[in-house]
């Protein structure tokens, strides 16, 4: 093999659909995916690329110093593309310790290991920490987050990324560890876990069963499709510039209630109802703590310097997220039972 590449939390959302992108793309890579398999991890998500003799999965928590350096002097890893991440805003509001566990020390540990092991010898050694838009705060009716933005994380989950991206910035300075950062919008698509909103708007739908919208559901996000956000982290790991940080997202600006709205239709057609049943299950319920207005980001770096660009408009990026959602019901009724996570968690134990 021309060269491994760990990858961190290749079991969840984003890392499962970046992982199988890679071991398709590049047959020459050894792709590590490593993750500890929590809720949001499930390697049935990876079973279509599972068996690729350039894939290998081992089960680590990065929490666990001991654990990573030995990963780390195992398998000698040529790049890091960290995804790993406890990720989920609401649940970082009742337990911000497991937040700051992952997201803080975690990253460290890493940048620890990565930096013990290609030492001042880093010529052509990559660290890429995949973070998000909320480090910036929260946005007023007009605007965007540039990579100039000041930081203003208002959440636990927010600032214990945007902790992270000052560690990483710290190895790179104090080490000269070769490092990138990326900062994207939400993202939405096949394997979401259901407790983020469009996963969760469907899956209720489904069972008609009411559609939490926080507040009033005024506050905007820019949702970005999954595969998209895939290709711009394997742009970005291959062509991006040491040091550097790039923006991306998908310019594409909802409020909740209206994104609601448009996938209740798209639901409608798809399970023919009537026009109109679906949105009768919306329900406004009490808002998020600390509920940031709005978020949106100015991809222009990433599009001039890279020329990277999302492929798929909302429409159709949505219609294909419901068609998976409904096409995989077991799929959906596992990670909501953790039959899969539990069953895959049991096999990789002790190894
Ligand atoms: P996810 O919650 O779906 O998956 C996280 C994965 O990390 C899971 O497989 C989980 O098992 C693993 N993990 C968690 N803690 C771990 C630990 N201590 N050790 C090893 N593995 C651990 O998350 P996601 O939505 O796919 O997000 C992936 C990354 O992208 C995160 O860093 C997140 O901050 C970032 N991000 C997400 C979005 C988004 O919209 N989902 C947008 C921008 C950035
Ligand atoms: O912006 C990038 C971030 O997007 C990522 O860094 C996070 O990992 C990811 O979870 C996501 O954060 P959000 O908080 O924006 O996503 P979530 O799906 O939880 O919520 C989207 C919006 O919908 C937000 O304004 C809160 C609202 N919401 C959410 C849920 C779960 C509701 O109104 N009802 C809900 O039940």
Redesign the pocket.
């Known amino acids: 093999m021309e060269k491994t590449i760990l990858i961190?939390?290749g079991?969840?959302?984003?890392?499962s659909h970046v992982v199988r992108l890679m071991v398709q793309k590049y047959p020459g890579y050894r792709i590590l995916n490593?993750?500890?398999?929590?809720y949001?991890?499930n390697l049935e998500n990876l079973k279509d690329v599972e068996s690729s003799v350039n894939y290998e999965f081992v089960k680590?928590?990065?929490?666990d110093e001991k654990a990573i350096k030995k990963v780390f002097d195992t398998y000698k890893p040529d790049g890091v593309i960290h995804?790993?991440?406890?990720?989920?805003v609401d649940r970082s509001i009742s337990d911000p310790l497991a937040f700051i566990r992952?997201n803080v020390i975690?990253t460290v540990n890493l940048l620890n290991a990565a930096r013990d092991l290609w030492g001042v010898n880093s010529e052509g050694k990559r660290f890429y920490h995949?973070?998000?838009d909320e480090v910036y705060g929260s946005l007023g009716a007009t605007g965007f987050f540039t990579e100039e933005t000041a930081y203003d994380p208002r959440s636990p989950y927010s600032a214990s990324?945007a902790s992270s991206d000052h560690m990483v910035r710290a190895w790179h300075h104090t080490y000269n560890l070769p490092v990138v950062i990326s900062n994207?919008?939400?993202?939405y698509g096949p394997n979401q876990?259901p407790e983020k909103l469009i996963p969760l708007a469907i899956n209720n739908i489904k069972h008609n069963k009411n559609i939490p919208i926080y507040g009033k559901g005024e506050n905007v996000r820019d949702w970005l499709y999954v595969e998209d956000h895939a290709v711009a982290i394997d742009l970005i790991f291959h062509k991006g510039q040491n040091g550097e940080t790039y923006n991306i997202g998908g310019n594409n600006e909802w409020t909740n209630i209206d994104l609601i709205r448009k996938l209740c239709e798209v639901m409608d057609k798809a399970l023919g109802r009537q026009s109109g049943e679906s949105a009768k299950l919306i329900t406004f319920v009490k808002d998020r703590a600390g509920h940031d207005k709005r978020y949106a980001i100015d991809s222009g770096k990433l599009m001039k310097e890279l020329g990277w660009e999302p492929s798929l408009q909302f429409e159709e990026g949505i219609e294909k997220t419901v068609d998976w959602y409904l096409g995989n019901e077991d799929w959906l009724k596992n990670v909501l039972s953790g039959d899969y996570s539990n069953y895959y968690a049991q096999q990789y134990d002790g190894r």
């Not at 079991?11 to 890392?15: E, K, N, P, Q």
């Open positions: 961190t939390g079991a969840g959302f984003i890392g490593l993750d500890a398999l929590t949001a991890g680590a928590d990065i929490t995804l790993a991440a406890e990720s989920h992952s975690g995949i973070s998000t990324k994207c919008s939400n993202n876990f």
